[in-house]
């Protein structure tokens, strides 16, 4: 990670409640629980047969070989040789709005677990409250009492607890903290993403230099060209017409300059933005300095690792992970809740007899709610959750077929590049020669502008082509750290939170 850079800090989470042992029931009880059972909604014949696919499922073994290479480190766009593009990924990472937005999602999830958290705990509150008030003269009040003004003074102490013995509060604290684990990996996305985007944009802005460079030398070739047409025209050895075509030429040349010129600018724009800055920040960035980069070589059993080191693929299996819980939180809505409370205090008529122990008042007792008869909305709301579960097993299935192919894709770009750079870098140093063979013999006479001409567009053609290639190849390594993962690797801390679950029953 490039100094400077913030980690997003993974947040404590609530620890996962144990399940309590059940009270023994009586006899009695347990027949009344039995048939109160029998009464309830019930979800028989709903389940789902979606499976998460496993990497050694898919055929790999030619596309991804494996090389005994290593995984990309998290400062892996050192191995480019730029101090800048370094400074440039911190920076980013410490300002970005985009990165921003990431955080305050994990922030929300993590403040939603510790809601879900409290919901397994017994919860106790306090009161007091004075009131006023003129008691009537026409019911049960004593006459001591009625129609007179007194003051009532009450106090107390409560607390409540859901028994939960279907587990419906604990697989929802468990579904709430596998979704914070899936904010942290989607954040560590937009951080690989953030990283990528502003290194592809600086090697765009170094292909553009070396472009205009090439444009340049090919004005003051041109320019060249010109000075020797005007004087073979003043000797009668040219017309007006080799003339004018040199001075199109050479305009053509400088609108090709200005054209580039135009888009480093805008690039430039374009990084400042990256950088959660105003414009002005990108026009103090120089020129890239980039060198060629490490030797590509794949980790070996890249597809079986590749699922722990890509954070899309870890956020989609947290997804996954969750929707396992909500299922089992909708089950559990069928059965009955069983709430505890128990209340002590002290409520009397004026102060007193406030504090005396004939005021105490004491209440204790269960409360229990059995769905019965719903219209269908219980079990509408668990097929809802079977759809989401089916959802995100297909979207992690796809995010792994995703990821395989991306990295074979880069891989097959990369060699497909070197190949080409060994013809097209053979070629260029062809033209150029016979440019320079040209102009020799067009500045003695010994041939005419056309050749010249033919000579200069087929060596600028050949330096575009090898420039683009050496940048192209840059851009695909870039590429691959980031469909390697860029250095992301899921902590054994968080994998033993929970272990994700290959299918929901």
């Given amino acids: 990670m490039p100094p400077g850079a913030r980690r997003l800090a993974a947040p404590a989470l609530p620890a996962l409640p144990a399940l309590p042992t059940l009270p023994a029931l009586s006899a009695p009880v347990a027949m009344v629980v ?34 005994q290479g290593r995984w990309p480190a998290a400062d892996w766009a050192d191995q480019f040789g730029d101090a800048q593009l370094k400074t ?33 705990l017994p919860q106790v509150g306090a009161g007091y409250s004075w009131t006023r008030q003129r008691l009537t003269e026409s019911t049960f009040i004593p006459p001591a009492f009625a129609g007179t003004w007194q ?11 859901e028994l939960d013995l279907w587990g419906k509060n604990r697989e929802a604290l468990r579904s709430a903290v596998s979704k914070v684990h899936a904010n942290q990996a989607e954040a560590e996305q937009v951080r690989l993403t953030l990283s990528s985007t502003i290194a592809r944009s600086y090697n765009e802005l170094g292909r553009l230099y070396a472009l205009l460079d090439i444009a340049r030398d090919e004005g003051v070739q041109r320019t060249e060209v010109l000075r020797v047409a005007r004087g073979r025209v003043r000797m009668g ?28 600018q805008r690039t430039r724009y374009q990084l400042g933005a990256l950088l959660g800055q105003g414009p002005d920040r990108g026009l103090a960035i120089a020129r890239p300095t980039l060198g060629v980069g490490d030797e590509i070589h794949l980790p070996s059993n890249l597809p079986a690792d590749l699922v722990s080191r890509r954070p899309n693929i870890v956020a989609a299996r947290w997804r996954v992970e969750a929707t396992t819980h909500d299922i089992k939180v909708a089950k559990a809505e069928f059965y009955p809740d069983i709430n505890l409370s128990a209340a002590i205090g002290l409520d009397a008529f004026g102060w007193g007899r406030f504090l005396r122990a004939a005021s105490r008042t004491a209440s ?26 089916d959802f995100a097993v297909a979207n992690y299935n796809d995010t792994l077929i995703q990821a395989l192919t991306d990295v074979a ?9 070197d190949a080409q750079l060994v013809n097209a870098t053979r070629s260029d140093e062809a033209a150029q020669r016979a440019l320079r063979l040209a102009m020799a013999q067009y500045q003695g006479g010994l041939t005419t502008q056309l050749t010249v001409l033919n000579a200069q567009t087929t060596a600028l053609a050949s330096s575009q082509v090898v420039t683009n290639l050496r940048m192209q190849r840059r851009d695909r390594q870039i590429a691959l750290a980031t469909a390697l993962g860029g250095g992301y690797t899921e902590t054994a801390a968080t994998v033993a939170d929970a272990q994700p679950t290959a299918a929901a029953r």
């Avoid at 003051?151 to 607890?161: D, H, I, M, P, V």
């Avoid at 007792?365 to 097929?383: N, S, V, Y």
């Avoid at 894709?409 to 497909?416: G, S």
């Fill in 151 to 161: 003051s009532e003074n009450k106090a107390f102490l409560g607390a409540s607890y």
């Fill in 34 to 67: 039995a048939a109160v059972l029998a009464g309830c909604a019930n979800y028989a014949g709903m389940r789902s047969e979606s499976q998460m696919a496993q990497p050694g499922q898919y055929a790999t073994a030619q596309s991804l070989p494996a090389e």
């Fill in 88 to 120: 440039l990924i911190a920076e980013a990472l410490q300002d970005s709005p985009t990165l921003d937005k990431a955080r305050a999602r994990v922030a929300a999830a993590v403040a939603f677990s510790e809601t879900a958290n409290a919901n397994t």
């Fill in 237 to 264: 050895l040219d017309t007006e017409v080799e003339l004018r075509t040199a001075e199109a030429n050479l305009a053509a040349a400088q609108v090709t300059v200005s054209a580039l010129e135009g888009n480093i």
């Fill in 409 to 417: 894709t880069q891989l097959a770009d990369i060699r497909a590049v």
């Fill in 364 to 389: 204790a007792g269960p409360a229990i709610h059995l769905p019965i008869f719903d219209g269908g909305a219980l079990r509408a709301q668990l097929k809802g959750r079977y759809a989401e579960f």
